[in-house]
C-alpha cells in the first residue's frame, strides 16, 4: 500500500516550525522527491549531470540567507573563488562510490574523541556536524550532530525555518510559493544541513557527497579542510558516464587549490584521473595504503574491506586535527583514534543480529562492487560444511527495485559460490517489494516516489528475480512476497523447527535494509512460540 503526499496538507504557518512537526516536516519533504517518470527520463536521455547544478544551489542558498562567492567548484576558474560563510564550519568534504558513508562514519566516531569530556579537558572540538545520505529508518540520520540523529524537535524546527525562508524569497521576488519555490529532496536537505550546522555553531562539519562529486549539490564549499576520495566503482552510470574514468573524473571535482586530499588505493585508470585533476587545481594528491596498526584494533564496523575505509578515516582526521593544533604523535595510533575506530557505528553495514533460531546477517550492498563484498562477508560467516547438520538453512531475503536486479542477484550467487565453495549457497529465497508493511504500507521517512509504482505493485521484479535463482539453482526453495513484513514473517516460519541457527542474509538495497530493520525495532509483539507451531 502506497501513500501520496500533497504539499496543500502542510498548514500555512506565517512563523517557522511554528505548531508543527515532524511528520509535518517528512509529509512537507515528501512532496519535493522527483517522481519515477522524471527520473526515468533523465536515466534515458544521457543527458548526465546538470552542469548548472553548483550556480544553481548558490542561488538556494542566497534565497535562505547565507552567500557563497560565485568561482569554479574547483577553484581553478579564471575567477578565483573568494570567502563563504561556510568556511567557519571547517568543512571534511566526502566523495567516492563504495564506503562514504563508512568513512565519513569513521571520521566523525574519531573527531567525536575530541569533544569535551573528562579526558578532553581542553577539547579541539565542541560540536561536530555529519552529513549522510540515503537514511535508513529516519530522514533524521542524515543529519547529526556529535554522533547522534537531530530530535525529532530540532528536525522539524529547523526544517521549516528553511521552508519558510525559501518561500519568503519567492514571495520578495513576485514568485509563486508552491513547491517550485523549494529545490529538490536531496538539494532541501543538504540546504537543511548547512543551515542546521550554522544555526547549532559547529566547528567541524563531514559532508558526504550525494552522486558525483563536481555537480553534486554539496560541493558549493569554497574553503574545506581536507577532502577525500573512496574506493571507486561504476555505479550511477547514466548521470556519471560507464567507465572508471568517466567516474574518477567527477568525484575529483571536490578537490580545491591549496586544500590537500587523501584517496583510497584505486584502480590504476581512475587514479591517473585523479592525479591528473589534482595536478591542475593544486592539490596535494596522497593514496592512503592499509593502516599497520588495524590488525590489533576491533573495528567497530565488521569485515575486511572496513579497514581500507578506517586508514582513509585515519589520514583525514588527522590532516584535519592537526590543522586545529593537534600534535599527538601518531605511532602507535593515539587513544583518541582507537576508540573513534572501536566505538563507530554504522548500522545495516555488515550487521549481525540474532534472535531465536535465526541470525541475520545486514548488508545495504547494492552495486555489483558492494553486492560482490557483502557476499564475500557472508560467506566468511559460514561454519565450515563438516560441522554441520545436513538440515542447516541458509537463506537470502533480497529486494532492488531501480538497479539491473537480475544481475546483482547473478553476482551474489557467483561470489558466494567462489568463496564458500558450495555450488548451493541458500536452501531458501524470498524476494519481496521495498514496501515496508502489509497493513500501512510505507511509514512516511521512507516513502519512495523514484520507483515504479506499477511494477512495484506487480511484483514485475520480484517474480524476475524468482525466477533468474531458480535457474542458477533449481533446489533452492523460492517464494515473492508483497511486503518487507512478510518476507521476514517466512523467513522465521522456515526457521522454526530448524536444528541450529538458520543464516538469512539480507541485502540489494537500502530501501530493505531501513524497511527491514524498521520491522525489526517494531515488532514489539513477536511470539517465537506461535511461528514454532506453524509449519515449517
Known sequence: ?????????????????????????????????????????????????????????????????????????????????????????KVIHIAGTKGKGSTSAFISSILGQCLPSRSQVKPLLHKIGLYTSPHLRFVRERIQINNEPLSEDVFAKYFFEVWDRLENAARERGEPTSSTAKPVYFRFLTLMAFHTYMSEG???????????????????????????????????????????????????????????????PQPPAGLEVLQKRAADAGVTLEVVGRHPQLGEIKLGLAADFQRTNASLAIAIAKAHLTSLGYSEPMSPLPAE???????????????????????????????????????????????????????????LLFNQQTRDADALARALYRTLAAVSHQSKPFTHAVFCA???????????????????????????????????????????????????????????????HAEVETMVLVTGSVHLVGGFLEVLETDTGYDHATVASKPC
Not at 540567507?65 to 563563504?84: D, K, M
Not at 572501536?342 to 543480529?353: A, K, L, N
Not at 509504482?453 to 508483497?482: F, H
Open 1 to 89: 500500500m502506497s501513500h501520496t503526499y500533497s504539499v496543500t496538507s502542510i498548514p500555512d504557518k506565517p512563523k517557522a516550525g511554528a505548531d508543527l512537526g515532524q511528520q509535518d516536516a517528512i509529509t512537507a519533504l515528501n512532496t519535493l522527491q522527483s517522481n519515477f517518470e522524471t527520473i526515468d527520463a533523465i536515466r534515458k536521455s544521457g543527458r548526465g549531470m546538470n552542469k548548472n547544478a553548483i550556480s544553481e544551489m548558490r542561488d538556494w542558498v542566497r534565497r535562505i540567507g547565507y552567500e557563497v562567492c560565485a568561482g569554479s567548484p574547483n577553484g581553478i576558474a579564471e575567477e578565483p573563488a573568494q570567502s563563504s560563510d561556510f568556511d567557519q564550519l
Open 337 to 395: 583514534f582507537v576508540r573513534g575506530l572501536e566505538e563507530v557505528s554504522w548500522p545495516g553495514r555488515c550487521e549481525i543480529r540474532r534472535e531465536k533460531n535465526v541470525a541475520w546477517y545486514i548488508d545495504s550492498g547494492h552495486t555489483l562492487e558492494s553486492i560482490d563484498v557483502a557476499g564475500s562477508w557472508f560467506a566468511s560467516q559460514i561454519p565450515s560444511t563438516t560441522a554441520l547438520p545436513m538440515n542447516q538453512r541458509r537463506i
Open 202 to 264: 559547529v566547528d567541524t562539519a563531514v559532508i558526504e557527497c550525494g552522486i558525483g562529486g563536481e555537480y553534486d549539490s554539496t560541493n558549493i564549499l569554497i574553503s574545506p579542510s581536507v577532502t577525500g576520495i573512496t574506493s571507486l566503482g561504476i555505479d550511477h552510470t547514466a548521470m556519471l558516464g560507464t567507465t572508471i574514468e568517466e567516474i574518477a573524473w567527477h568525484k575529483a571535482g571536490i578537490m580545491k587549490t591549496g586544500v590537500p586530499c587523501f584517496t583510497a
Open 434 to 496: 521495498n514496501v515496508t508493511f502489509k497493513d500501512t504500507g510505507f511509514r512516511p521517512d521512507l516513502q519512495s516516489m523514484n520507483v515504479n509504482a506499477k511494477a512495484v505493485e506487480g511484483l514485475k521484479v520480484q517474480k524476475s528475480l524468482a525466477a533468474t535463482w531458480k535457474a542458477i539453482d533449481a533446489e533452492t526453495t523460492v517464494e515473492v512476497r508483497s511486503t518487507i513484513e512478510e518476507a521476514v514473517q517466512w523467513c522465521r516460519e522456515v526457521a522454526c
